[in-house]
């Protein structure tokens, strides 16, 4: 049941992303996805990171909002399904331990996290940097909780994906992602799973990113 209804959510929303609009925050929104060239330099450079996106979708706004919609979501269960695996690696009897209910309470843990932009305050659906920013917050997060000290497979791709969060935060607000880096180590630290080379591949994967990123810009 519990599946259903966030089922039963997840459509509601997609299908009310046909409505409402904000002429001046979502102008600023749609001007800097649909041509972020317009400006000549900016703080944020969300523009650019949609862009595809919004050429993905056929320059459609909705599809853009319900997609966006979707990658948070996604973004979110899959958070939430590696903490309740986690938990269920230590409790295998408990019901984190089996696929079928992790999976259904991944989905309403995701619910809050996807839905926290949109539903608070005013409702401006449209992707910003606000929403880069959580999304690269998830990315980062979910990278943490796969760090380890050690060299595995898991592993790598945690301190991959720990660069790959810290630099779309950076493309959405470098301020955030300064302390994004700061909450980051002090988890790190006192997890006990820091480790400097290991954090190296997450510093080169991102100073990769941004140099890209520099060069498509």
């Known amino acids: 049941m519990a599946g259903v209804a966030v089922i039963m959510l997840l ?30 330099y900016s703080a944020t450079q969300f523009g650019f990171m949609y862009y595809p996106l919004y050429e993905l979708v056929g320059e459609n706004i909705v599809r853009l909002r319900q997609a966006s919609l ?8 899959a958070v939430s399904w590696t903490l309740l695996q986690r938990a269920g690696e230590d409790n295998p009897a408990s019901v ?15 619910v809050p996290a996807t839905t926290t932009l949109i539903l608070t305050d005013l409702w401006m659906p449209t992707p910003s940097y ?30 991959v994906l720990i660069g790959v969060g810290g630099w779309v935060s950076f493309m959405a607000k470098p301020s955030s992602a300064a302390m994004l ?3 980051v180590l002090g988890y790190l630290f006192a997890a006990r799973h820091f480790n400097l080379r290991m954090l190296a591949v997450s510093v080169v994967t991102a100073l990769a990113l941004l140099v890209a990123s520099a060069l498509v810009i």
């Open 181 to 183: 880096g700061v909450l």
């Open 70 to 77: 979707l990658i948070t979501f996604g973004l979110a269960w």
């Open 96 to 110: 984190t331990g089996n696929t079928l209910p992790r999976a259904a309470l991944a989905a309403i843990l995701a």
């Open 11 to 40: 459509a509601w929303l997609l299908h009310a992303m046909h409505y409402g609009v904000d002429l001046t925050d979502e102008g600023f929104y749609f001007n800097s996805i649909s041509n972020p060239w317009i400006y000549p």
């Open 130 to 159: 606000n929403t880069l920013n959580f999304q690269g917050f998830l990315i980062a997060t979910l990278g943490v909780m796969l760090a380890r000290p050690l060299l595995n497979k898991a592993s790598l791709a945690g301190w």
